[in-house]
């Protein structure tokens, strides 16, 4: 069964820290991992794709990893500001139509 | 204007009630879903549709039913709602290839069954 699993549940950090957020994965036939923020009362946003070939991808303060050999990800945070307070979802893609969503991490920046 | 808009944003109502959320795009995509968002899990999926003539059961189908009305307006209907229906409710859209996947989002239809 394909399942996306992310740690930590929540994360409460002080504004202008940084921070790591894990994925692991059981998905195969493996084809791409997105990280999406969603905003409070809002829908979910792609930050980032990673595919099988990519290790590290960076999109302004946010940079994701991939390893595929240990089926892991990571989003890092640098300089955490008030607005990245948000759920964060880890969602990888079997082909094109098969989608499997973790159940989110919920980060809280405060001043 | 948003690119997937759905209406109602927020819903309350009660038990044995029908129940319609809609869900309109401004994308072109053809594909279009519905998934749901309950506290502590993932996004699953209700329904999904490739085209107007083409509708598809998700993982957790029981109790709803959809209608792709043109290629832009896909709605959910609750024909007798549950409290355990209570949820968030997401509309995602898709182009039919060359994005890789990515989903693109409306911004919820909070459903409350009393």
């Known amino acids: 069964k394909n399942q996306v699993e992310q740690s930590p549940q929540s994360l409460i950090i002080l504004e202008g820290k940084n921070c790591t957020l894990q994925c692991n994965y059981t998905v195969s036939p493996f084809s791409n991992l997105r990280w999406y923020k969603q905003d409070t009362g809002r829908g979910p946003v792609s930050l980032t794709i990673?595919?099988?070939?990519?290790n590290t991808k960076s999109n302004g303060r946010y940079t994701a990893t991939l390893d595929a050999d240990t089926k892991q990800s990571s989003l890092h945070i640098t300089a955490s500001q008030l607005s990245d307070s948000a759920s964060y979802i880890c969602v990888v893609s079997a082909g094109y139509q098969k989608v499997t969503f973790g159940t989110g991490t919920k980060l809280q920046v405060i001043p | 204007d948003a690119d997937v808009t759905q209406t109602p944003r927020n819903r309350i109502t009660k038990t044995g009630k029908r129940i319609m959320l809609e869900c309109s795009q401004t994308?072109?995509?053809?594909?279009m879903y519905w998934y749901r968002q309950d506290p502590g899990l993932g996004l699953r999926l209700i329904y999904y549709?490739?085209?107007?003539?083409?509708?598809n059961k998700g993982e957790i189908s029981d109790g709803y039913s959809v209608s792709r009305q043109a290629q832009a307006k896909f709605s959910l209907s609750l024909e007798s709602a549950i409290p355990n229906q209570t949820a968030l409710y997401f509309c995602?859209?898709?182009?039919?290839?060359?994005?890789?996947?990515?989903?693109?989002f409306g911004e919820g239809s909070r459903l409350t069954v009393l």
């Open positions: 549709s490739f085209d107007v003539k083409d509708i």
């Open positions: 995602a859209t898709r182009p039919t290839a060359g994005n890789t996947g990515e989903l693109f």
């Open positions: 994308k072109g995509h053809d594909r």
């Open positions: 990673m595919t099988f070939s990519e």
